[in-house]
């Protein structure tokens, strides 16, 4: 069955410092993966899609299928990045998606 | 326009109600999906629209949930008999085909008491 783990409910990081929000999926066919963003009380949007391989807002994610993983990284945490970031995985079709339960990212100053 | 739209944005319905939740999606969006995310877990999918026609309900969790879109644009979710296990936020996104940016509505927190 497919499935997407984030592993960690919250990260809190400086200012400054790096960022990697981890993600793990499980899929039998050829896997499309997403990172959404969802900021305070706003929607949820599409951060990044890993066909595009674009950096957006600083973030990069690699898709690893060895590891089966496709980490979210930036090297220079912002305080306007603290959002919930949810993984997602394209099931047969765009966007018929498995998400994971999202991390919280929390960047103090 | 503003966006995909969702009414209402917060309804409570006692165990037993019917419930309908609206989602008006950007105008000229084909592909229109429907998700249920319950309290602290990411959004989980329910049914999928190419227009009118309603191509994929696997994820109805069970057959007090129905989802139509009569005109190939507005979209109702309506819950027969409402239960606890129903409380979660309601999620609707639209896109121009099924494999372009989905666009997300704020959502219909649905509170069954």
């Known amino acids: 069955a497919q499935r997407v783990t984030q592993p960690e409910k919250l990260l809190s990081v400086f200012k400054g410092a790096p960022v990697e929000l981890k993600c793990n999926y499980s899929y039998s066919g050829s896997p499309e993966l997403f990172w959404y963003v969802q900021y305070s009380r706003q929607r949820l949007q599409l951060l990044l899609r890993?066909?595009s391989r674009e950096s957006i807002k600083g973030f990069t994610a690699d898709l690893n299928k060895g590891e089966t993983s496709f980490h979210l990284k930036k090297p220079f945490a912002q305080e306007e990045d603290s959002a919930m970031y949810y993984c997602?995985?394209?099931?047969?079709?765009?966007?018929?998606?498995?998400f994971g339960a999202g991390t919280i990212l929390r960047v103090k100053s | 326009g503003a966006g995909v739209s969702q009414s209402p944005r917060y309804k409570v319905a006692k165990r037993g109600q019917d419930v309908a939740l609206r989602c008006d999606p950007i105008s000229g969006h084909v592909s229109l999906f429907w998700y249920q995310q319950a309290l602290g877990q990411g959004p989980e999918f329910l049914t999928y629209f190419q227009n009118e026609a309603q191509l994929d309900k696997s994820g109805l969790p069970s057959d007090r949930f129905f989802a139509e879109r009569p005109e190939g644009s507005v979209s109702t979710l309506k819950i027969q008999r409402t239960q606890q296990e129903d409380s979660a936020v309601y999620l609707c996104?639209?896109?121009?085909?099924?494999?372009?940016?989905?666009?997300f509505g704020q959502g219909t927190r649905l509170t069954v008491v």
């Open positions: 996104a639209s896109s121009l085909v099924g494999n372009t940016e989905a666009f």
């Open positions: 890993h066909i």
């Open positions: 997602a995985l394209s099931k047969g079709y765009g966007n018929k998606l498995v």
